[in-house]
């Protein structure tokens, strides 16, 4: 079955850290990846995206996410995080044979001035 | 940017009666509207797939007579949770696609009580 992974459920950062987030999607042909963020009390909001071609991508807000196809994998990652970063994080993936996103289960962080 | 709206925001209501939630694009034509519903600390599960002037199509283990889904026009959906059962209580978000662009917006959420 078509699914996705995220590995961190909780995590916790003081500012100036780095931060990566892991995302794992299962094999279902041709995928497009998105990471979406929640910040407290307002709605999913796009980070970033891949379709095609630079497999690292560039998004919103310092954040970036490397497609690893070998690995069905696409990481979220932030050199250095601020405290209003914090929020929840979702990747999703919609197989192109589907008209569907599939989102994981999301990742809580937390970042502490 | 793009805005959906989406009403209300929380709602509580009696176990057996009805409640309809509304999905809005305020500024752009969807012909296609998701609805999604999210049990804390889980991932949003999508419920069905609203498609303008056409049946809903709904993901399997879905009630559709439970999950009633209207799309009559390019900017409004609505999901009614028909003879509401505490178990319906969750979080329902939907989403718009952009007729022009394919991007996808998402509404506020509403938190569903039912007691």
Known sequence: ?113 | GAVVSQHPSWVICKSGTSVKIECRSLDFQATTMFWYRQFPKQSLMLMATSNEGSKATYEQGVEKDKFLINHASLTLSTLTVTSAHPEDSSFYICSARDVTDEKLFFGSGTQLSVL
């Open chain 1, 1 to 113: 079955a078509q699914s996705v992974s995220q590995h961190n459920h909780h995590v916790i950062l003081s500012e100036a850290a780095s931060l990566e987030l892991g995302c794992n999607y299962s094999y279902g042909g041709t995928v497009n990846l998105f990471w979406y963020v929640q910040y407290p009390g307002q709605h999913l909001q796009l980070l970033l995206k891949y379709f095609s071609g630079d497999p690292l991508v560039k998004g919103i807000k310092g954040f970036e996410a490397e497609f690893i196809k070998s690995k069905f994998s696409f990481n979220l990652r932030k050199p250095s995080v601020q405290w209003s970063d914090t929020a929840e994080y979702f990747c999703a993936v919609n197989y192109l044979n589907t008209d569907k996103l599939i989102f994981g289960t999301g990742t809580r962080l937390q970042v502490f001035p």
